[in-house]
């Protein structure tokens, strides 16, 4: 079944356009190898559908977890987890339900991953079944 969407599941070695891309990038690895070393298994990054992306899905024993990556470089428009509106969940979630209706249903949830700053030491606040698609 065709649902128009494209499974990235690579990073490109030399992140392309604006630093702030570039910074999104990094920050996006920088968590992937996280949830690696806690356990989970990474099964694609960049999942794009029209109208939506999920940065990370992954798998933590038989749930689908899908991760939002998010990033600050500073706290002037509130931090991390203050950037991720209704808006931004029902984007996700659109882009949860092809991935599912995709590879199949499975319990899933929706994990955020905030980064504030961007040293390589900045501490990962992980917020787990941060919200749901009801």
């Given at each position: 079944?065709?649902?128009?969407?494209?499974?990235?599941?690579?990073?490109?070695?030399?992140?392309?356009?604006?630093?702030?891309?570039?910074?999104?990038q990094l920050a996006e690895a920088r968590v992937a190898a996280?949830?690696?070393?806690?356990?989970?298994?990474?099964?694609?990054?960049?999942?794009?559908?029209?109208?939506?992306?999920?940065?990370?899905?992954?798998?933590?024993?038989?749930?689908?977890?899908?991760?939002?990556?998010?990033?600050?470089?500073?706290?002037?428009?509130?931090?991390?987890?203050?950037s991720i509106t209704r808006s931004k969940q029902q984007r996700?979630?659109?882009?949860?339900?092809?991935?599912?209706?995709?590879?199949?249903?499975?319990?899933?949830?929706?994990?955020?991953?905030?980064?504030?700053?961007?040293?390589?030491?900045?501490?990962?606040?992980?917020?787990?079944?941060?919200?749901?698609?009801?």
């Open positions: 079944m065709k649902t128009g969407a494209k499974d990235t599941t690579t990073t490109p070695a030399a992140p392309a356009g604006s630093s702030r891309q570039a910074d999104g996280h949830l690696e070393r806690q356990g989970l298994k990474i099964l694609a990054r960049n999942y794009r559908v029209k109208g939506g992306e999920i940065d990370i899905v992954a798998r933590e024993g038989k749930t689908t977890v899908f991760v939002e990556v998010r990033l600050r470089r500073n706290d002037a428009f509130g931090g991390a987890a203050a996700l979630i659109l882009a949860a339900r092809h991935w599912l209706q995709a590879h199949g249903e499975t319990p899933c949830r929706f994990d955020c991953l905030l980064l504030e700053g961007r040293a390589a030491d900045a501490p990962i606040t992980w917020l787990r079944d941060a919200f749901s698609a009801d």
